[in-house]
């Protein structure tokens, strides 16, 4: 059974945090838009849905990973405060698409803006602790293709 070495501990703990530092300025900045977490997520999610896919509550669901009722609670709660529309699809009446208002746009991209500028400068840090994780998962498979299981345990990482 393969185990994690002290190192390889660290280098988790130390991405982890990383990513927490990251999020913690994130609802800091939206806070102070005076959205919440999910909200924020949501907009960006339909501003940046990939190419093909249409923005309905379903695959908003899927994107934030979050339940469809959940995603249907916040899009009520962004369209009262005049962020998002909803819209019939002119090729399929039946199906609801999502869209940002002017307003949306506005904060989005204010929002947006903030939060590239935060990865730019935190990001070699985030970046630098997933290559420390990155690395040990290769030491670790070089570790067991390399030594027998006896000699491995005596073998020390700094």
Same mark, same amino acid.
């Given at each position: %059974?393969?185990?994690?070495?002290? @190192?390889?501990?660290? /280098? ?5 945090? #990383? &990513? ?7 609802? #800091? ?8 977490? $999910?909200?924020? #997520? ?6 940046? %849905?990939? /190419?093909?896919?249409?923005?309905? &509550?379903?695959? *908003?669901?899927?994107?934030?990973? &979050?339940?469809?009722? @959940?995603?249907? =609670? ?7 405060? $005049? ?15 999502? /869209?940002?208002?002017?307003? $949306?746009?506005?904060?989005? $991209? ?7 500028? =935060? *990865?730019? @400068? ?10 420390? &994780? %990155?690395?040990?998962?290769?030491? /670790? ?18």
């Amino acid at each position: %059974m393969r185990k994690l070495t002290l @190192s390889g501990y660290q /280098a988790l703990a130390e991405f982890r945090y #990383q &990513i927490r530092r990251f999020l913690h300025f994130s609802e #800091q900045a939206v806070k102070k838009a005076g959205l919440e977490r $999910g909200q924020y #997520q949501l907009m960006l999610a339909i501003k940046g %849905m990939p /190419a093909g896919v249409r923005p309905r &509550i379903r695959e *908003l669901a899927n994107r934030l990973q &979050i339940r469809h009722h @959940s995603a249907v =609670e916040l899009v009520n709660r962004l369209e009262a405060g $005049g962020f998002v529309q909803r819209a019939r699809a002119q090729d399929d009446h039946r199906e609801v698409l999502l /869209a940002l208002t002017p307003q $949306g746009e506005k904060v989005l $991209g204010e929002l947006a803006l903030h939060h590239h500028d =935060e *990865l730019r @400068s935190a990001g070699p840090e985030l970046v630098a602790a997933l290559r420390r &994780i %990155m690395r040990e998962g290769n030491d /670790a498979a070089l570790l067991h293709s390399v030594f027998p299981r006896e000699k491995r345990k005596t073998i020390k990482h700094p």
